[in-house]
């Protein structure tokens, strides 16, 4: 594992599943975590979890979604730490009412995924880029999706939240690359996390049973597995990567959505 020790990191929707994987990981790794989110309890949890990891965790509730909650999270980083080193955008959601095709997807379902899927990596980036350039440099890594690559059906706020993400992090990589600012995006697969497991009632051995079948290794993923990855991107090991997107799938977009 890189060492990440004096690190300020902050990790969006850090509170559970490849969120919570992540921030666990770069405590372990020696780095300051700030870890948001607006489940309060698993917050806390990720906190307790890092007890005696050589970094530390610190978790604020912030939704996201908001610019004033964004500007916020960046200034405690910058009072608790001194800035901002690495920048994990992995806020998502996908509410089991918003399964529907366009047509019949309230307004206020699309701006909401829109909202905390998407904008909130724009606004995050917005309110970080400044404090990296000033440390000469950092890595902003976006959790994006296989839906962003090859949709299913229904999911059409999600698809476009996920899709955004992966040209936002080619953006945002060709627009930064001079400051030494260095900008990637997972795409996992079906990961064992709370929102996967939602659709399956959180039935987690329904889930692990039906994403085998659709994944070319025969399981799905675990959040560590995503969280080694995003840890690789962000060290030295991956200075000459931006603007790219590594799956973490399983083999699940090398298959093809129209396989069988």
């Known amino acids: ?7 300020a990191v902050i990790v969006t929707g850090g509170g559970k599943g490849i969120g919570r994987a992540i921030s666990l990981a770069f405590a372990s790794a020696g780095a300051n975590v700030l870890c948001a989110d607006v489940d309060d309890p698993a917050g806390q949890e990720v906190v307790d979890a890092a007890s005696g990891a050589p970094g530390t965790i610190v978790y604020q509730h912030a939704d996201v979604a908001t610019s004033a909650a964004c500007q916020g999270l ?25 399964y529907l095709p366009a047509h019949e997807l309230p307004e206020e ?3 909401r995924i829109i ?9 995050m980036t917005k309110y970080a880029a ?8 950092g890595v902003i890594i976006n959790t994006a999706s296989v839906q962003g690559l090859q949709s299913a059906q229904n999911i059409p ?9 992966l040209s ?47 994944h070319p290794l025969g399981r799905i993923g675990k959040p560590e597995e995503v969280a080694s990855v995003v840890l690789f991107l962000a060290s030295d090991g991956a200075s000459f990567m931006t603007g790219e997107y ?8 090398a298959k093809g959505a129209w396989a069988e």
Request: glycine share 12%.
């Open 1 to 7: 594992m890189a060492d990440f020790t004096g690190k």
């Open 157 to 165: 706020a999600y698809a476009a939240s996920k899709g955004g993400m």
């Open 109 to 111: 379902m699309w701006d």
């Open 246 to 253: 590594v799956n973490v799938d399983g083999g699940l977009m």
């Open 168 to 214: 936002l992090t080619r953006q945002l990589a060709l627009d930064y690359a001079q400051d030494n600012i260095r900008v990637l995006a997972v795409n996992p697969g079906t990961i064992e996390t709370p929102l996967a497991a939602a659709g399956t009632g959180n039935d987690y051995a329904k889930l692990r049973q039906e994403g085998a079948k659709a």
């Open 115 to 123: 909202n905390v899927n998407l904008k909130s990596g724009f606004l």
């Open 130 to 137: 400044p404090v990296m350039k000033k440390r000469d440099g």
């Open 74 to 98: 960046v200034e405690k980083a910058v009072g608790l730490w001194g800035g901002v080193d690495i920048l994990i955008n992995n806020v998502g959601i996908q509410p089991l009412d918003s």
